[in-house]
């Protein structure tokens, strides 16, 4: 398709209309008509064709510019009946600005709400009225928008206090309900009126208009073209690869373009994928639909008529243009509303805003993300007409609901996602509610979707088809408008409201009867169960309806009238489900312990039982209101309490209970998880609330109206244990020899379980309405309880708590009382610990503990009591009285049949002979025995008169059974146990409980007896009690203590025995250890006292010679290295490196043709070198290595995983540390410096270097093959006699060590160079020495950052990879060619000596000195080898060291900026010298360079950038010396103490002032200096040719991030996605290396890197970071490290909140803040270059980090 001409066409066409179009003209000629709405279609019918889709590709700048001067001009001209530009403006003057804000939220912007004011968590603040409001100094949630929402700011009711920010604030003067109209001439607004009814009329018509090939009457145009579009639109059950696999097939496009199509169709919801004649469309509609048709339905595609596209593209473009013009006045809003919401002729449902609501899901997104824009800004933002838009859509809710159900759309993008915005208005919900019935409609298209029922009428789940699942998601939809509608509470009722509230009650109901025993289960016996039963729906459906029914219970909480009213209906409805409850079920009576009770047989363990009660529950919580609002005492005649059948109501909850003790029994294992699940969510935070606790407080209500010695009979009967405690031989131990171990293991847990029930029915008593609580009393309960198993993080805290239906757990009112805070260090987080005061009202049997939580928390307390010194009874709190409608719950604990139950578990715990009992059974039985007591001993504290007293648990527990079986009582039974040996455990407690005896007697005795019976007695009594049992325990400590001793003293014996036998043994090894200790300090040098320690030059300190024995971690055997020995390997990870880049823009150089000999100091990219410091053999490790290599190929062959290393890359990790490693590198020993008499001097040297140069020339001359040498007229150098260019010197090095040699060397090349292996090539031995400058340059930076000496701070496996890369650098040259190392020293000399022979020899200023000095030093051994006369290398390296210092001068003085103007200090002395000095040397290189360099006046400006510029040089020369000669640091240099510079020149043989150097041999350096300085690249760089590097170097830091989280969120949702023209992006990632930021883990930002597609993310590391990335990822608040395209790993984000926890992916919402020392730390790592490192050992911890596709983030 010729895009190109039919684009250049376009113009010429309209050109001649262009310049004949007047839009003045037309707009008066539209004023003078009487159908303005046949004109304007006409116009549009021309004009629209010509402008848009005029080809396959749109072009939306001219299109915008054509529409805009053709077709939106003159409708603005008619609207203000003059010039626009004007016209509006005047309007914006006159208009009175909203009070609302209205700004639309973007996706990926920080949204703010107010913990305390928000009237619901849905009103939200945007940032700029945030920041300028009350709120930001409130408990505060920040969230990121999902898109769509708007800032409620301004609007009253969505605030408690505060609603406006200063932006929006009113002003006092405005007369608030002034009609905005009033401004306007009506002939304005019936103008207004009309273009607007047109405007809107055409897109409406437009956009829900379904043909493809005619267009709406009027619109016909009036020339016909045969071009059709292909038009694909976007749906949610295709995913991106099948879109893009179908359209390359279809319109045979390359991936790159079906990608970008993809991409369209997904954001804007549709895309033309093809332009052309009718038929060549039609048949790539027929693909695409062949192609997607095979899984699902086929992707919607149509052909249209390029003109009904053009009329739809203009029509979005009309809605824009009516949003935009509505913002200039508040009355033209309101004229749009009136315009939208006026009925048609057709009546109902017939204004233009109801036929595009009614119309959505017809539609493609992007029409759809229009007009609910619109909408937004106009009817949202007009407070008259948002009422009368809510009635539409409530009359409306049914029939969008369904649409929304059969559309694929998400809900973000359906009109029904707007109920939001309207149903969370107060006064609106409630004005819905009672005009539209809004409460029962929404409820009853819920239960109307939900079809499938079973016989009862119950819900029925059973195995979900696909489809139904969808819809089952779709449908909580509608709960989520249930609750927006309930959430605020009313505050007055009317009489309207009551009745219709209650209407959508009964609707409710019945919806509950639906559930109400829904998914029965039956135990499983024999076999275990076939499929697990569908389970997860109903507990679904039970989630999302938890917050409605507590809501609902609110509602009635707030008016007498409707509790009531409540009440009687959910009891009828209960009552109803229950009708079938007696039917078939034979009666029995149930006696004991002289009471008898009648109720029916039934067993849990047998028949159908349900854990879904929801109607019951409801009731149990209006009982609870009952007794809480006191209605059941002013109004009980009103109630239907008598006609309560309390055994009715407990039937079901207690099957509940059962059922989840008979599965803690092990007695259900055959049916599988799905019950386990169930149960375990039953008990769940989430749940709980409505299910657990209710069921209690139902038992609660129940067994208050009825005795107790009923309750518990049928309690005991439900649990399958009446027959155990009901035979009159009970106490006797039932005679069940023959039971098998399993059922008496069951009976036992059922009996713990069934005691534990009891505690909890008489205990529960901290929900107020049950005991006489505040509300708040429970939520401290919870948190003290949860704080007594452990320490806890706020996050947890809050996990472990229930939510409200504002998600806010209450906890932050009440949390300081019972714990205190303790902030985090670098790592961990912020922890609460429970006051130790709050400790004793600690309930071991807390109704919310999971088993593994009491045991815990059991642990934790006996524990804490000990430390104390306190004994291990944890006795039961004192607990708050209860309410008058529970009040005789108490007498559960003094009934008969309690302590009948009581007395029998006690006896057979006194006759342990039989396993029918458990210790927990009897604890518990402790624990209820504890109760009790403290019960009686309450009521007598709290008593006024005797007669009050009618708790006598002391009485009954004293007195024995009854004439037959003459049992023992009680409190006999007690004091039988108290000295029992097999109870040891219990005897703390035991022992409490009979002081408590004792005490309560004495209450009572006193209270009993008149005559004043001081207290002193019964404090006596205690006192005696205490101190007996303080000297028992004191007894046991002592004899403890001796036992202990007498121990110790045995084995210190047995050790004094030991090593005298084997004296001589140790004697050795302490020997060896002194010799070890002792390898850096001074006095084992034969050295002088006065002699300094010197580590390069003739005066070079030098150590004792020292064995150096290893062990090799693989085969544990000891090695000593030695030149010629086995070879020992360090394992070692080279990386790239750009850490301490100074030009991140350099681009990456060819591999193949790059020459590294010289580094720019730019350092922009280097090499290190890493080592975890493990030692193996060299023979070891390449077992070791091939051994990994078979398991990988055998893995391959398997089953594709990653692991943390590739093997292909020659990556391990290291067998003991696991650390990652691609290499290793040999152990040497240290060079041994020959100590040779010749020491020449400077000139002499330069004398013979030049001779040995010149030799050497000619040797490799003749070495080349003779068509490359031209005729040489130059006589042939005699070499001197001493130095033989041809000999060959002996390698000193063994065959193992020669081939670790190449193996490190060819790593470090091909890494460092991304080349393939290849040992010939001669720049390997450049690498090795750059890479050992790098590493070293690293090293000395992150000692000066973390404000360390140069020595002695190091971590020893640093330390032995210095000295391993230095020595290997020189004796690199013995695995290489000679000559070539030979050459590569010629020309690094060159740079510093001039030498004619050597062409292109860099300029001083880019050259790095360190990287120099290295390769210099340790390329000289090649040259050395060949030379006889005795020249002392030490010499030599002093003379080279002492040029390159003084080349590092010249360098810093050429590029010392201007002097800043500073105080400048007196010097003394010594400092005269070197500024003087530093002058001379400045000014003889100004007469070389010229007028570059500026004037300097101040030599002490000039010596200080000398002494600060060469600073890190220096530090970098003596790491370097010092591993290479292994000269031990003199001490100074371990400190950080004053006078370091003059112990560091001494250190490496300099005098302190560096200036002499140069001034001391200037005849000699003049010439090199002339040399250096007029070298042409010196001009360049200096006048802004190159990079110009300052020195020192500053160390490269993280860029700085700002404090407040929501700063960078507010960045990344500014942020668009650079490749899809303004689209946000979704994922927005900051790198923290250079601060771009990138669109992460999308199609539309994928480039090709090394032939496969990666994200932006690792794209941009091998830019920025040599393949090594840190970034930030903004939405979701977490740090990525990446290396290289396969590896990565997240890490915490440095942002915590106020509680001291990280927020990854922004759930919690907490305020977040920059915590400096984790980003510090986060720095650490990249500076030490442990990265890769972190990666590895993250994914070696978390398999599920392997299997993510790092390369596409």
């Known amino acids: 398709m010729a895009a190109a001409e039919s684009d250049r066409e376009v113009p010429s066409a309209l050109c001649t209309e262009f310049l004949n179009f007047s839009v003045k003209d037309t707009a008066s000629k539209w004023l003078q008509v009487t159908d303005l709405y046949k004109e304007v279609y006409h116009h549009l019918a021309r004009y629209v064709p010509k402008i848009y889709c005029l080809g396959p590709n749109l072009n939306p700048q001219s299109e915008d510019l054509l529409a805009q001067m053709l077709l939106q001009a003159p409708l603005e001209w008619y609207l203000c009946g003059e010039d626009p530009s004007t016209g509006l403006a005047k309007l914006e003057q006159n208009n009175q600005p909203s009070q609302l804000c209205g700004h639309v939220f973007k996706v990926g912007e920080p949204t703010y709400s107010c913990r305390e004011c928000a009237a619901d968590p849905t009103c939200v603040l945007c940032m700029q009225c945030f920041l300028g409001s009350v709120h930001k100094e409130h408990r505060y949630r920040m969230t990121t928008s999902g898109g769509g929402g708007f800032c409620d700011c301004g609007d009253t009711e969505a605030w408690k206090k505060g609603p406006y920010c200063q932006k929006h604030e009113p002003n006092i003067s405005d007369s ?213 838009f809510a009635i539409q859509f409530a009359k409306n809710y049914r029939r969008l609901q369904t649409d929304f159900m059969e559309d694929d759309h998400e809900r973000v993008v359906s009109v029904t996602s707007l109920s939001v915005q309207l149903f969370t208005v107060p006064t609106m919900a409630r004005m819905l509610i009672t005009e539209e019935n809004l409460m029962t409609t929404i409820i009853r298209t819920f239960v109307d979707h939900l079809r499938h029922r079973d016989l009862q009428g119950r819900f029925q789940f059973e195995r979900y088809t696909a489809q139904q699942a969808f819809k089952f998601r779709r449908v909580q939809s509608l709960i989520g408008d249930l609750k927006y509608v309930l959430i605020s509470r009313p505050t007055e009722w009317s009489d309207q409201l009551r009745e219709k509230f209650l209407e959508g009650l009964d609707t409710f109901l019945e919806l509950l009867k639906c559930m109400q025993g829904m998914d029965p289960v039956v135990r499983q016996v024999g076999q275990h169960i076939e499929m697990e039963p569908e389970w997860e729906a109903a507990f679904t459906l039970q989630m999302k309806l938890t ?44 006696s004991m312990c002289g009471h008898s009770v009648d109720t029916i047989r039934y067993c849990v363990s047998q028949e159908k039982v349900s854990i879904h009660l929801p109607v019951s529950r409801l009731l149990a919580g209006l009982h609870v209101l009952l007794s809480k609002m006191e209605v059941a005492y002013r109004f009980p005649e009103q109630l239907p309490l008598s006609e309560l059948s309390p055994p009715m109501l407990i039937e079901h909850p207690l099957r509940c209970l059962v059922l989840c003790a008979q599965v803690h029994a092990g007695m259900w294992r055959r049916n599988g998880f799905s019950l386990v699940n169930q149960i375990y969510y039953y008990h769940n935070v989430k749940c709980r609330v409505e299910m657990f606790d209710k069921d209690l407080i139902m038992l609660q209500a129940g067994a208050s109206m009825m005795d107790p010695n009923h309750f518990l009979m049928i309690v005991l009967s439900r649990f399958e244990l009446y027959h155990i405690f009901s035979s009159a031989e009970c106490r006797k131990r039932y005679n069940r020899e023959n039971a098998n171990k399993d059922v008496v293991q069951q009976n036992n847990t059922l009996t713990e379980e069934m005691l534990h029930l009891i505690m909890m029915v008489v205990g529960e008593r901290f929900e107020s309405g049950i005991g006489q609580v505040e509300g708040c009393d429970e939520i401290k309960r919870e948190i003290l309880h949860q704080l007594c198993i452990r320490p806890m993080a706020h996050s947890e805290l809050v996990k472990a708590l229930p939510e409200n239906e504002n998600k806010e757990t209450g906890m932050e009112r009440v949390i300081d009382c019972v714990a205190s805070f303790k902030k985090p260090g670098v790592t961990g987080r912020g922890l609460y610990e429970l006051r130790p005061e709050c400790a004793k009202q600690f309930n071991l049997y807390f109704h919310h503990y999971s088993r593994a939580d009491q045991s815990k928390a059991e642990e934790a307390q006996r524990k804490l009591k000990r430390q104390n010194g306190e004994d291990t009874a944890l006795p039961p709190p004192v607990l708050p009285p209860f309410c008058p409608l529970f009040a005789s719950l108490v007498n559960i604990l003094q009934c008969d049949v309690l302590l009948g139950m009581l007395g029998a578990v006690l006896q057979w715990a006194v006759e342990p002979s039989a396993g029918h009992w458990s210790e927990s059974m009897l604890q518990r039985v402790l624990h209820l025995i504890g109760m009790a007591l403290l019960e009686e001993q309450q009521q007598l504290e709290n008593s006024s008169e005797d007669n009050d007293v009618y708790f006598n648990f002391t009485l009954k527990m004293s007195r024995p059974g009854e004439a037959p079986s003459n049992t023992a009582s009680v409190l006999a039974l007690l004091e039988n146990l108290q000295n029992a040996p097999h109870l040891e455990v219990h005897e703390d407690m035991i022992r409490w409980l009979l002081k408590t005896v004792a005490g309560i007697k004495t209450l009572r005795e006193r209270s009993a007896s008149t005559s004043t019976v001081t207290a002193s007695g019964s404090r006596g009594q205690e006192e005696t009690a205490c101190d007996k049992d303080k000297a028992e325990r004191k007894r046991k400590a002592e004899m403890a203590r001796l036992r202990r001793e007498k121990v110790m003293a045995q084995m210190s014996e047995m050790q004094r025995h030991f090593i005298n036998e084997n004296k001589e043994l140790f004697q050795q090894s302490l020997e060896e250890l002194d010799a070890s200790t002792s390898t850096s300090l001074d006095h084992r040098y034969p050295a002088s006292p006065d002699a300094a320690l010197a580590c390069v030059g003739p005066r070079r ?102 692991t943390s290393y590739d093997v292909g890359n020659g990556e391990f990790l290291c067998p003991l540390c696991e650390c990652l490693s691609n290499t290793v590198i040999p152990l040497l020993p240290r060079t041994m410096g020959s100590s040779s008499c010749e020491q020449p001097g400077l000139g002499q040297w330069l004398k013979t270097s030049g001779q040995q140069i010149k030799a050497m020339h000619s040797a490799h001359r003749k070495l080349q093959p003779v068509s490359t040498v031209e005729e040489t007229v130059e006589e042939e150098c005699p070499a001197p006699e001493v130095f033989t260019v041809d000999y060959i010197p002996t390698n000193p090095y063994s065959s193992t060590i020669k081939e670790m040699l190449t193996t490190f060397g060819s790593a470090t090349y091909k890494v460092g160079l991304k080349v393939h292996p290849n040992e010939q090539d001669p720049r390997i031995p450049i690498m090795c020495w750059s890479s050992c400058a790098y590493t070293i340059q690293s090293i000395e930076r992150l000692l000066v950052d973390e404000k360390k000496p140069l020595f002695g701070s190091l971590p020893c496996r640093q330390d032995d990879c210095l000295s391993s890369l230095a020595r290997f650098g020189s004796a690199c040259w013995t695995a290489a060619c000679q000559p070539t190392v030979q050459g590569h020293f010629i020309r690094l000399l060159a740079a510093l000596i001039p030498d004619p022979q050597v062409e292109a020899s860099p300029c001083i200023l880019d050259v790095d000195m360190l990287h120099l000095l290295v390769s210099v030093v340790l390329s000289y051994g090649s040259v050395h080898s060949q030379d006889s006369s005795g020249l002392s290398v030490d010499a030599v390296q002093l003379h080279l060291f002492h040029l390159i210092t003084v080349a590092h001068m010249v360098q810093i003085l050429l590029t010392s900026g201007p002097e800043e103007v500073t105080m400048e200090q007196e010097s003394g002395e010594a400092e005269r010298g070197e500024e003087e000095g530093a002058c001379r040397l400045y000014n003889t290189l100004r007469t070389l360079v010229g007028s570059s360099l500026p004037e300097v006046g101040s030599g002490w400006h000039l010596w200080r950038c000398v002494k600060t510029g060469i600073l890190p040089y220096l530090r970098g020369a003596a790491l370097f010396f010092h591993h290479l000669h292994g000269v031990p640091a003199p001490p100074e240099l371990h400190a950080l103490c004053p006078g370091q510079w003059e112990v560091l020149c001494g250190y490496l043989s300099l005098p302190s002032n560096l200036l002499q150097l140069f001034h001391g041999q200037q005849e000699l350096l003049e010439p090199l200096l002339h040399g250096w300085c007029t070298h042409p ?112 790993c997240f890490y915490a984000p440095p942002y915590l909140d106020d509680y001291g926890e990280t927020d990854q992916g922004l759930r919690r919402g907490n305020p977040l803040h920059l915590c400096h020392e984790r980003y510090r730390k986060i720095q650490k790592l990249w500076r030490q270059h442990s990265i890769t490192e972190e990666i590895g050992h993250a994914q070696e911890a978390n398999q599920t980090l392997v299997g993510i596709d790092w390369q596409h983030l």
């Open 547 to 590: 917050h409605i029914i507590s809501m609902i219970q609110e509602w009635c909480a707030t008016d007498e009238r409707v509790l009531i009213e409540a009440y009687k209906k959910c009891l009828t409805a209960l009552t109803h489900c229950h009708s079938g409850f007696a039917d078939g079920e034979q009666p029995i009576t149930l």
């Open 1101 to 1202: 300190s030098r150590p004792r010679e020292k064995r150096q024995v290893v062990t090799c971690i693989l085969c544990q055997e000891e090695q000593e290295i030695r030149a010629d020995g086995k070879a020992m390997v360090l394992a070692a990870f080279v990386q790239r490196s750009t850490v301490m880049s100074k030009n991140r823009t350099r681009p990456p150089h060819d591999p193949k043709r790059y020459d590294p000999l010289f580094m720019h100091p730019d350092l922009s990219f280097g090499t290190h070198t890493g080592s975890c410091g493990h030692i193996m053999h060299s023979h070891c490790w390449q077992r070791y290595f091939e051994a990994v290599q078979a398991k990988e190929q055998r893995r391959q062959q398997r089953l594709r995983v990653h």
């Open 1577 to 1688: 690249g010196i001009q360049q760089t200096l006048q802004g040719g190159g990079v110009l590097v300052s020195f020192p170097r500053e160390s490269n830091s993280l860029i700085d991030l700002p404090d407040d989280y929501s700063a960078l969120i507010n960045q990344a949702s500014s942020f668009t996605c650079p490749k899809s023209g303004g689209d946000k992006s979704r994922a927005p990632t900051l790198c923290l290396v250079c601060g771009s930021m990138l669109c992460s883990q999308s199609y539309c930002c994928q480039t090709e890197l090394e032939g496969e597609d990666v994200g932006a993310c690792t794209a941009h590391t091998f830019a920025c970071g040599a393949g090594v990335g840190i970034f930030l990822r903004v939405r979701e608040s977490q740090v990525l490290f990446l290396a290289g395209k396969t590896k990565g």
């Open 176 to 388: 608030c309900q002034e009609d905005p109209l009033a401004h306007l001439s009506t002939d304005m607004i019936a103008r207004c009126y009309n273009v607007f009814s047109v405007v809107l009329k055409y897109a409406v018509d437009m956009l829900t208009w379904d043909k493809e090939d005619e267009l709406p009457p009027g619109l016909e145009p009036p020339d016909r073209s045969d071009t059709y579009y292909c038009m694909l639109f976007n749906d949610e059950v295709h995913t991106y690869e099948q879109v893009i696999y179908t359209l390359q097939k279809a319109v045979n496009c390359t991936q790159k373009e079906a990608v970008s199509f993809a991409t369209t169709v997904d954001r804007d919801g549709r895309k033309s994928v093809r332009f052309g004649d009718f038929a060549f469309c039609e048949l790539a509609k027929s693909v695409i639909v062949r192609n997607t048709s095979r899984q699902s339905k086929p992707l919607r595609v149509q052909v249209m008529h390029s003109s009904v596209v053009a009329h739809q593209c203009f029509a979005l473009k009309a809605l824009h243009w009516l949003g935009h013009v509505i913002g200039y006045s508040d009355a033209l809003r309101r004229i749009l509303c009136q315009v939208g919401l006026e009925r048609g002729p057709e009546g109902e449902n017939s204004s233009l805003v109801d036929t595009l609501m009614l119309c959505d899901s017809k539609m493609w997104k992007g029409a759809r993300n229009v007009y609910h824009q619109l909408f937004m800004s106009s009817l949202l933002m007009d407070l008259k007409y948002k009422k009368l």
